[in-house]
């Protein structure tokens, strides 16, 4: 008797089949969403901008993921990642908001526009030392480390998006304002404080079907108003971080007092770029 479809299912595709390339070229595809945000900026087309480096976000989400299912996973494409992450998320959000509102505040708008790329660089080059001493079976975290880079360029459009939704306030657009703005984010990329991962968010059964409501409404609120969706989901990320860290630091107490030879560290690799 063959085998059976449960065990079919679980076979790897062919080699040179389009289905191993699908994850490349989710990521590929990624990489021309970011290149044309590019291209809408120097348009003045701040909205299209946005919303194209989101499209390489979700892309980037789905190319690892695609690969992984489809057991598709390679060297040269995680390399390929490293490569469109650096652009779609690190210097296409630096370019954009510089021709936004940084090139206003002179050297320190390019000093800001500097640190964002190089910001980025930074995190995927320790991503992948990370992932190459440790290999790409590594055990998932309740938290990442540090902003992931595709998180870094959804908070660094804060001020933007709220210019799209507010009209232009006085504060928001502010060149130096916006400078030091960018460059508290690229440092929160680079840092070692936790933050969110949904991964690792456990959710009660009492608690999946108030969950499944609020995803509904989340979902409708974007459709209805996306960028006041946008801020609200922007201000929660960055308020579950001090609770983060909060929490890490009370369960390194917990474990120190309850073996005080013995006190591990608690902080996982950086399990997203």
């Given amino acids: 008797m063959g085998p059976s479809l449960r065990n079919r299912r679980r076979l790897p595709p062919p080699t040179g ?151 232009h306030p006085a504060l928001v657009n502010h060149p130096y304002l916006v400078s030091l703005w960018v460059m508290g984010i690229a440092l929160l990329m680079v840092s070692r404080i936790p933050t969110l991962a949904l991964s690792g968010i456990h959710v009660g059964q009492r608690f999946r079907l108030p969950l499944l409501a609020v995803i509904g409404i989340v979902a409708g609120a974007t459709v209805d108003t996306p960028w006041a969706t946008a801020i609200f989901v922007a201000v929660a990320y960055l308020l579950s971080i001090p609770l983060l860290y909060w929490q890490r630091h009370r369960l390194r107490v917990r474990t120190a007092s309850s073996d005080p030879t013995h006190a591990p560290d608690l902080t996982p690799p950086p399990l997203k770029q």
């Avoid at 940084?102 to 992948?128: D, Q, V």
């Fill in 17 to 167: 089949s389009f289905f191993r390339m699908l994850p490349n070229a989710l990521t590929t595809l990624a990489l021309c969403a970011g290149m044309n945000a590019i291209r809408f900026a120097v348009q003045s087309r701040w909205e299209a901008a946005v919303i194209a480096v989101v499209v390489a976000a979700i892309l980037d989400t789905l190319d690892g993921r695609t690969a992984r299912l489809l057991n598709a996973q390679s060297k040269f494409g995680a390399e390929l990642d490293s490569l469109a992450d650096i652009v779609s998320f690190g210097v296409t959000p630096a370019i954009l908001l510089y021709l936004w509102a940084l090139h206003a505040a002179g050297n320190i708008g390019w000093m800001a526009t500097l640190a964002f790329s190089i910001c980025a660089a930074l995190r995927l080059a320790r991503f992948n030392t990370a992932l190459s001493a440790i290999g790409p079976r590594q055990p998932k975290a309740p938290y990442f480390v540090g902003v992931p880079t595709p998180a870094g360029a959804g908070l660094a459009f804060l001020p933007l998006i709220v210019d799209f939704e507010a009209g």
